[in-house]
């Protein structure tokens, strides 16, 4: 297992930005394929993208390609969701989530979580 700490939440203005950042502690952080994940009011938890342990594959929900970036940095065992041109539907809490793949949309396909963290985009 291996633990998750979100933070970089926040309130910004449509068409800011804002970089999250999960911090891993616990088993080899490097091994693991790492997630983002949103969750709305009302709403279903949504994909947001994923990141291979090696950095080489990377993926992303449709609604959010071109304006987010995924990345990690396993010496320091985090990894980041760098967001761009918000809109007011990104407004959702955020989380990081590890995986034996990068290749599944699922959040069950991921079995470490963080608590989340609060992205508000204000029109």
């Known amino acids: 297992q291996v633990q998750l700490v979100e933070s970089g939440g926040g309130l910004v203005q449509a068409g800011g930005s804002l970089r999250l950042s999960c911090a891993a502690s616990?088993?080899?952080?490097?091994?693991?394929?790492m997630a983002w994940f949103r969750q709305a009011p009302g709403k279903e938890r949504e994909f947001v993208a994923a990141?291979?342990?090696?950095?080489?594959?990377?993926d992303y929900a449709d609604s959010v390609k071109a304006r987010f970036a995924i990345s990690r940095d396993n010496a320091k065992n985090t990894v980041y969701l760098q967001m761009s041109s918000l809109k007011p539907e990104d407004t959702a809490v955020y989380y990081c989530?590890?995986?034996?793949?990068?290749?599944?949309?699922?959040?069950?396909?991921?079995?470490?979580w963080g608590q989340g963290t609060q992205v508000t985009v204000s029109s």
């Open positions: 989530a590890a995986g034996s793949s990068p290749y599944g949309r699922r959040w069950g396909d991921f079995g470490s």
């Open positions: 616990g088993r080899a952080f490097s091994t693991y394929a």
């Open positions: 990141i291979s342990w090696n950095r080489v594959y990377t």
